[in-house]
């Protein structure tokens, strides 16, 4: 008679045993199926650039060859440069055309991820700069050329030769841009600090829209001289309006398309940053050119 309760207790304890491990199996297989979840999502992205799935071992994009960890930085952006500076394929003919036609459009896809397809952004400014200021110069040359005759020979004599225009359009004007690059980046910032964004986004805006001025100047310069090869110096003041008047529409339109304000604050904010920045380039110019004379 007693063996019954013996019985009962033994076959208790392996009932509570089986169910502690049915409990044991039951967390197991919630933490493996968490794991999973997590390593799934860990390993499985998208490339901003072309949408192909990629694998948490990617470093570049199989599909399109773009860098999977890009760093916001400014870093970043300058190791761009120095890797890929010499290399030049149909990314020219992808980045230019919008650069011109679409204010703010190489902005937007440079940080919304698809940077590929195009130009780094300080690669571009870096050769459309040297392409404005050489066409600048050469164009200088010409016209010093063409007017040499009629030249005071004291003006050329006091330092006003091929000399100084050479020191001033080949060295001194570029270095004055690339000082002033970072300042209208910062009045940028300075107008849109309540947007919060970092100063990559600033900085690349203002390489773009560099950039554009130099690409205008180089259409400008070469127009300029057919158009003062036959005399047409009329055509020359109105090529010179449309440029100016265009910049100033791309201007504000790619604040507008970058920066995402009604068109009514993109007006008031480019017109102050307009303001600030032609009084700096002014006294900027003034200066370099008094310092040039005596360089």
């Not at 493996?32 to 994009?61: A, H």
């Not at 679409?102 to 440079?110: E, I």
Request: contains cysteine.
């Amino acid at each position: 008679m007693e063996e019954y309760p013996q019985h009962d207790k033994n076959r208790n304890n392996r009932i509570r045993i089986i169910k502690s491990e049915k409990l044991v199996i039951l967390f197991n297989s919630m933490q493996i199926r968490k794991n999973l979840e997590k390593s799934t999502i860990q390993t499985t992205q998208n490339c901003e650039n072309c949408q192909f799935e990629l694998e948490e071992k990617f470093n570049y994009c199989p599909n399109c060859s773009q860098k999977i960890a890009f760093s916001n930085k400014l870093g970043e952006l300058f190791s761009h440069f120095l890797s890929d500076y010499f290399t030049f394929d149909s990314k020219i003919g992808r980045s230019i055309i919008p650069l011109i036609t679409q204010p703010g459009y190489l902005t937007q896809q440079f940080l919304s991820g698809k940077r590929e397809r195009y130009i780094q952004p300080l690669r571009l400014f870096i050769f459309l700069s040297i392409l404005f200021f050489l066409s600048l110069s050469l164009s200088v040359d010409i016209r010093i050329d063409e007017f040499s005759e009629t030249m005071n020979e004291p003006i050329v004599s006091n330092g006003f030769g091929d000399a100084f225009w050479d020191r001033y359009f080949g060295s001194l004007l570029p270095k004055l841009f690339f000082f002033l690059l970072p300042l209208f980046s910062l009045m940028v910032a300075l107008l849109y600090r309540k947007k919060r964004l970092n100063l990559l986004t600033h900085f690349l805006f203002a390489l773009h829209f560099h950039s554009t001025v130099f690409l205008i100047g180089i259409i400008y310069e070469i127009l300029s001289l057919g158009f003062a090869r036959f005399e047409l110096y009329f055509f020359n003041s109105i090529l010179l309006f449309f440029s100016l008047v265009y910049l100033l529409y791309y201007l504000w339109k790619a604040l507008m398309v970058v920066y995402s304000d009604d068109w009514k604050k993109t007006t008031l904010k480019m017109g102050i940053l307009g303001v600030l920045y032609s009084l700096l380039l002014i006294c900027s110019t003034i200066i370099l050119f008094a310092l040039s004379i005596n360089y």
